[in-house]
Protein backbone atom coordinates (compact mmCIF):
# COMPACT_ATOMS: atom_id res chain seq x y z
CA UNK A 1 0.00 0.00 0.00
CA UNK A 2 1.49 3.55 -0.88
CA UNK A 3 -0.13 5.49 1.31
CA UNK A 4 -3.46 7.77 0.70
CA UNK A 5 -3.66 9.01 -2.93
CA UNK A 6 -5.37 11.74 -4.39
CA UNK A 7 -5.65 13.21 -7.92
CA UNK A 8 -5.90 15.58 -9.52
CA UNK A 9 -2.88 17.26 -7.92
CA UNK A 10 -3.61 20.61 -9.76
CA UNK A 11 -6.71 21.84 -11.02
CA UNK A 12 -7.32 25.36 -12.67
CA UNK A 13 -11.23 25.77 -13.39
CA UNK A 14 -13.36 28.82 -14.34
CA UNK A 15 -15.46 30.15 -11.97
CA UNK A 16 -18.81 28.36 -12.31
CA UNK A 17 -17.66 25.24 -13.20
CA UNK A 18 -17.85 21.87 -11.41
CA UNK A 19 -15.05 19.80 -10.24
CA UNK A 20 -14.86 16.64 -8.84
CA UNK A 21 -11.23 15.58 -6.93
CA UNK A 22 -10.91 11.86 -5.78
CA UNK A 23 -8.97 10.18 -2.68
CA UNK A 24 -7.90 6.53 -1.93
CA UNK A 25 -7.04 5.94 1.29
CA UNK A 26 -5.13 3.57 3.04
CA UNK A 27 -7.28 -0.01 1.91
CA UNK A 28 -7.52 -1.30 5.57
CA UNK A 29 -8.48 2.17 6.96
CA UNK A 30 -12.03 2.66 8.06
CA UNK A 31 -12.65 6.04 8.19
CA UNK A 32 -11.57 9.00 5.40
CA UNK A 33 -11.70 12.67 6.32
CA UNK A 34 -11.61 15.80 3.48
CA UNK A 35 -9.66 19.03 5.11
CA UNK A 36 -9.61 22.15 3.15
CA UNK A 37 -6.51 23.94 3.28
CA UNK A 38 -5.77 28.06 2.22
CA UNK A 39 -2.29 29.69 1.98
CA UNK A 40 -0.77 30.20 5.63
CA UNK A 41 -3.54 28.86 7.61
CA UNK A 42 -4.31 25.27 9.65
CA UNK A 43 -6.27 22.61 7.60
CA UNK A 44 -10.00 23.18 7.90
CA UNK A 45 -12.35 20.07 8.79
CA UNK A 46 -15.23 19.69 5.56
CA UNK A 47 -16.24 15.65 6.40
CA UNK A 48 -15.68 12.80 7.22
CA UNK A 49 -16.82 8.84 6.93
CA UNK A 50 -16.97 5.69 8.41
CA UNK A 51 -17.36 3.29 5.55
CA UNK A 52 -19.95 4.28 3.61
CA UNK A 53 -21.61 6.52 6.03
CA UNK A 54 -20.58 10.28 6.24
CA UNK A 55 -20.72 10.66 9.99
CA UNK A 56 -20.37 14.72 10.38
CA UNK A 57 -19.75 17.80 8.20
CA UNK A 58 -18.90 21.35 8.71
CA UNK A 59 -20.37 23.95 7.99
CA UNK A 60 -17.98 24.94 5.74
CA UNK A 61 -19.77 22.61 3.40
CA UNK A 62 -21.97 24.54 1.86
CA UNK A 63 -24.92 22.85 -0.76
CA UNK A 64 -22.45 23.16 -3.49
CA UNK A 65 -20.04 20.87 -2.20
CA UNK A 66 -20.74 17.17 -1.94
CA UNK A 67 -18.99 14.53 -0.81
CA UNK A 68 -19.65 10.43 -1.44
CA UNK A 69 -17.39 7.44 -0.62
CA UNK A 70 -19.95 4.69 -2.01
CA UNK A 71 -18.38 1.34 -1.43
CA UNK A 72 -16.22 2.29 1.42
CA UNK A 73 -13.30 2.10 -0.75
CA UNK A 74 -12.54 5.60 -2.38
CA UNK A 75 -14.47 9.14 -1.87
CA UNK A 76 -15.13 11.34 -3.86
CA UNK A 77 -15.70 15.80 -3.54
CA UNK A 78 -17.37 17.60 -5.54
CA UNK A 79 -17.58 21.34 -5.56
CA UNK A 80 -20.71 22.50 -7.98
CA UNK A 81 -20.76 26.31 -9.23
CA UNK A 82 -17.05 26.89 -8.07
CA UNK A 83 -16.27 30.20 -6.97
CA UNK A 84 -12.99 32.29 -6.37
CA UNK A 85 -13.29 31.66 -2.68
CA UNK A 86 -13.04 28.24 -3.33
CA UNK A 87 -9.49 28.73 -4.33
CA UNK A 88 -7.50 26.13 -1.75
CA UNK A 89 -5.74 22.69 -1.18
CA UNK A 90 -8.05 19.94 -0.74
CA UNK A 91 -6.70 17.23 1.93
CA UNK A 92 -7.68 14.24 2.40
CA UNK A 93 -6.71 12.00 5.03
CA UNK A 94 -7.65 8.05 6.55
CA UNK A 95 -7.31 6.47 9.40
CA UNK A 96 -8.03 2.66 11.27
CA UNK A 97 -11.02 2.04 13.49
CA UNK A 98 -9.59 0.71 16.57
CA UNK A 99 -5.95 0.87 16.18
CA UNK A 100 -6.17 4.89 17.30
CA UNK A 101 -2.23 4.92 18.10
CA UNK A 102 -1.33 4.97 14.61
CA UNK A 103 -3.50 8.28 14.26
CA UNK A 104 -4.09 9.94 10.21
CA UNK A 105 -2.30 9.38 7.11
CA UNK A 106 -2.27 12.34 4.73
CA UNK A 107 -2.44 12.23 0.94
CA UNK A 108 -0.74 14.89 -0.85
CA UNK A 109 -3.80 17.14 -1.61
CA UNK A 110 -5.48 18.63 -4.07
CA UNK A 111 -4.91 22.23 -5.24
CA UNK A 112 -7.45 23.93 -6.82
CA UNK A 113 -7.06 27.24 -8.56
CA UNK A 114 -10.12 29.42 -9.84
CA UNK A 115 -9.96 31.77 -12.06
CA UNK B 1 -16.02 24.19 19.82
CA UNK B 2 -12.20 22.70 20.29
CA UNK B 3 -9.54 25.58 19.52
CA UNK B 4 -5.95 24.70 18.74
CA UNK B 5 -3.78 28.16 19.26
CA UNK B 6 -0.19 28.33 17.98
CA UNK B 7 1.11 31.49 19.18
CA UNK B 8 4.62 31.61 17.14
CA UNK B 9 3.84 32.19 13.63
CA UNK B 10 7.33 31.96 12.65
CA UNK B 11 10.62 30.35 14.27
CA UNK B 12 14.17 30.37 13.40
CA UNK B 13 17.22 28.13 14.99
CA UNK B 14 20.53 27.34 13.66
CA UNK B 15 21.63 24.03 12.64
CA UNK B 16 21.93 21.96 15.46
CA UNK B 17 20.69 23.93 18.08
CA UNK B 18 17.09 23.45 19.86
CA UNK B 19 14.66 25.04 19.49
CA UNK B 20 10.58 24.58 21.12
CA UNK B 21 7.27 25.35 19.41
CA UNK B 22 4.38 26.11 21.44
CA UNK B 23 0.64 24.98 21.51
CA UNK B 24 -2.08 25.32 23.78
CA UNK B 25 -5.65 24.10 23.22
CA UNK B 26 -9.21 23.73 24.76
CA UNK B 27 -11.62 20.80 24.87
CA UNK B 28 -13.75 19.49 27.51
CA UNK B 29 -12.87 16.19 27.59
CA UNK B 30 -11.07 14.23 29.80
CA UNK B 31 -9.12 12.13 26.97
CA UNK B 32 -8.31 12.86 23.28
CA UNK B 33 -5.62 13.22 21.49
CA UNK B 34 -2.30 15.40 20.40
CA UNK B 35 -0.35 15.42 17.61
CA UNK B 36 2.05 17.30 16.13
CA UNK B 37 2.75 17.50 11.96
CA UNK B 38 5.30 18.56 9.65
CA UNK B 39 4.04 19.87 6.02
CA UNK B 40 7.03 20.97 4.08
CA UNK B 41 6.86 22.60 0.95
CA UNK B 42 5.91 19.49 -1.41
CA UNK B 43 2.64 19.81 1.10
CA UNK B 44 2.32 16.65 1.82
CA UNK B 45 1.22 16.29 5.98
CA UNK B 46 3.62 14.36 8.01
CA UNK B 47 2.84 13.23 11.69
CA UNK B 48 5.91 14.04 13.80
CA UNK B 49 4.46 12.45 17.11
CA UNK B 50 1.64 11.94 18.83
CA UNK B 51 -0.01 11.97 22.36
CA UNK B 52 -2.77 10.22 24.34
CA UNK B 53 -4.29 12.63 26.96
CA UNK B 54 -4.31 9.94 29.56
CA UNK B 55 -0.40 8.91 29.53
CA UNK B 56 0.84 11.04 31.84
CA UNK B 57 4.32 10.47 29.99
CA UNK B 58 5.92 13.22 27.37
CA UNK B 59 6.31 11.40 24.30
CA UNK B 60 9.25 11.07 22.25
CA UNK B 61 10.83 10.24 18.63
CA UNK B 62 14.26 10.09 18.16
CA UNK B 63 15.46 14.06 18.38
CA UNK B 64 11.48 15.27 18.47
CA UNK B 65 9.53 15.37 22.69
CA UNK B 66 6.94 17.30 23.93
CA UNK B 67 5.95 18.88 27.23
CA UNK B 68 2.60 17.92 27.60
CA UNK B 69 1.27 19.86 30.58
CA UNK B 70 -2.75 18.32 31.12
CA UNK B 71 -3.96 20.90 33.36
CA UNK B 72 -2.98 23.83 31.72
CA UNK B 73 -3.33 22.39 28.28
CA UNK B 74 -0.50 22.74 26.70
CA UNK B 75 1.43 21.16 24.32
CA UNK B 76 4.99 22.41 23.46
CA UNK B 77 7.28 20.59 20.98
CA UNK B 78 11.12 20.58 21.27
CA UNK B 79 12.91 19.86 18.24
CA UNK B 80 16.93 18.44 19.50
CA UNK B 81 19.62 18.68 17.02
CA UNK B 82 17.90 20.82 14.67
CA UNK B 83 18.88 19.71 10.71
CA UNK B 84 17.87 21.14 7.28
CA UNK B 85 15.51 19.27 6.40
CA UNK B 86 13.48 20.26 9.79
CA UNK B 87 12.15 23.18 7.61
CA UNK B 88 8.70 23.32 7.55
CA UNK B 89 5.59 24.62 8.69
CA UNK B 90 4.52 22.42 11.79
CA UNK B 91 0.67 22.42 12.86
CA UNK B 92 -0.78 21.10 16.19
CA UNK B 93 -3.40 19.40 16.12
CA UNK B 94 -6.36 17.66 18.53
CA UNK B 95 -9.25 15.42 18.48
CA UNK B 96 -12.55 16.18 20.04
CA UNK B 97 -12.28 13.27 22.38
CA UNK B 98 -10.83 9.76 22.53
CA UNK B 99 -12.16 8.12 19.35
CA UNK B 100 -10.34 9.93 16.04
CA UNK B 101 -13.19 12.02 14.33
CA UNK B 102 -11.95 14.74 13.27
CA UNK B 103 -9.19 17.24 14.11
CA UNK B 104 -9.04 20.60 15.38
CA UNK B 105 -5.95 22.55 13.86
CA UNK B 106 -3.85 25.15 14.78
CA UNK B 107 -2.82 28.07 12.48
CA UNK B 108 1.03 26.59 11.74
CA UNK B 109 4.62 27.80 12.82
CA UNK B 110 6.60 28.09 10.07
CA UNK B 111 10.19 26.59 11.37
CA UNK B 112 13.26 27.93 9.45
CA UNK B 113 16.61 26.00 9.97
CA UNK B 114 19.32 27.87 8.66
CA UNK B 115 23.15 25.89 8.57
Known amino acids: DTGVSQDPRHKITKRGQNVTFRCDPISEHNRLYWYRQTLGQGPEFLTY????????KSRLLSDRFSAERPKGSFSTLEIQRTEQGDSAMYLCASSPLGRRGEGYTFGSGTRLTVV | AQTVTQSQPEMSVQEAETVTLSCTYDTSENNYYLFWYKQPPSRQMILVIRQEAYKQQNATENRFSVNFQKAAKSFSLKISDSQLGDTAMYFC????????????FGRGTQLTVWP
Open chain 2, 93 to 104: ACTRGSTLGRLY
Open chain 1, 49 to 56: FQNEAQLE
